[in-house]
């Protein structure tokens, strides 16, 4: 079996108060012990688990709880949850979807892959990207190319342009390209689905392009401002379980309200979220964010007529 099958079974007997030793990896998995011990030095050396020998009972455990890695057998069952749903729709082809998904589980315990056919992720869309589109941009990738588009924004006017891709991003299912817009001088996000046509430019590329890795939203260049949200009722607790960006922080209130702060790069895409929870969220600050809530919330009873 796998070394990945291996470790994830360690990290499931290290995850429980009786740890493991030694001789119980060894005979699960008819290896010798020596390996088993090198797979527990990977652990503890590569991956920094934090994990101690008790020399009286031959045991490993971890001296604290290791979160990136606690409840292994729930966090695959999920993944493969999403990779499911999104094989559903890409149609890789059922020779690699069942091979990926066979490793994934390889190492999920016995009791829990009894379970696996009650868990289902649906997903309301995924969107599939133009191959072609796909195929270009990674091509100006590997070559460090510029690539020639023509692309049509949200009104329905097309323009061409040069540009420098930089990072390739799905998000909230759809797909985008962040890139150095010649014609804008500037870093810009495209929509894959807006772009009429591509082809690999000549033209190597010339300019380093920041992506942040953090952040709200698909406007993943330009300066981070922090924005917090104010939630009451349902929604605060629905948002409790969620991650909007990495660096988000979550502070219940005495009243029982949860503010939100969460870093972004523009304010568009916060507002509809604020929205979609109704009057149980509000923007808290910075003011820009208050005025520009407020302008959509006017415009929105402005135009079903109920000011």
């Known amino acids: 079996m796998s070394q990945s099958a291996r470790l994830q079974y360690i990290i499931r007997c290290l995850d ?14 008819e290896i010798s012990t020596r390996q088993a011990c090198r797979d527990i030095e990977y652990l503890r050396d590569q991956m920094g688990a934090p994990i101690a020998y008790d020399h009286r009972t031959r045991r490993y455990r971890l001296t604290t709880l290791w979160e990136s890695y606690s409840n292994v057998d729930e966090r695959l069952i999920i993944t493969g949850a ?8 890409i149609r890789l082809g059922k020779y690699f979807e069942d091979e990926l998904i066979a490793s994934l589980y390889s190492g999920i315990s016995d009791d829990v892959r009894r379970v696996l056919d009650r868990i289902e992720y649906r997903s309301q869309s995924i969107e599939v990207p133009d ?3 796909l195929s270009t941009l990674i091509d100006a990738f590997a070559r460090n190319l510029c690539v020639d588009m023509a692309y049509r924004n949200l009104s329905g006017e097309e323009s061409n342009r040069r540009i420098e891709p930089g990072k390739l991003v799905n998000y909230g299912t759809s797909w985008y390209v962040v890139a150095y817009d010649h014609r ?8 894959l689905s807006r772009i009429v046509s591509i082809v690999l430019s000549k033209e190597p590329m010339s300019h380093a392009i920041e992506v942040s890795d953090k952040g709200y939203g698909i406007y993943l260049s330009g300066p981070l401002v922090p924005y917090t949200i104010r939630f009451t009722g349902n929604a605060a607790r629905i948002v409790s379980t969620q991650t909007w960006s990495e660096d988000q922080k979550l502070v219940w209130q005495d009243d029982g309200s949860l503010l939100m702060t969460v870093s972004s790069a523009s304010v568009d895409e916060l507002v509809p979220s604020v929205l979609a929870y109704g009057h149980e ?3 808290v600050s910075p003011r820009s964010f208050v005025d520009a809530y407020r302008k959509r919330v006017d415009l929105l009873l402005e135009k079903y007529g109920k000011k």
């Open 16 to 29: 429980h108060a009786d740890g493991v030793t030694l001789r119980e990896i060894a005979e699960h998995f």
């Open 82 to 89: 999403y990779l499911k749903a999104v094989f559903a729709k």
């Open 131 to 133: 191959w072609n589109v």
């Open 184 to 191: 804008r001088q500037t870093t810009r996000t495209f929509h």
């Open 281 to 283: 969220a509000e923007p």
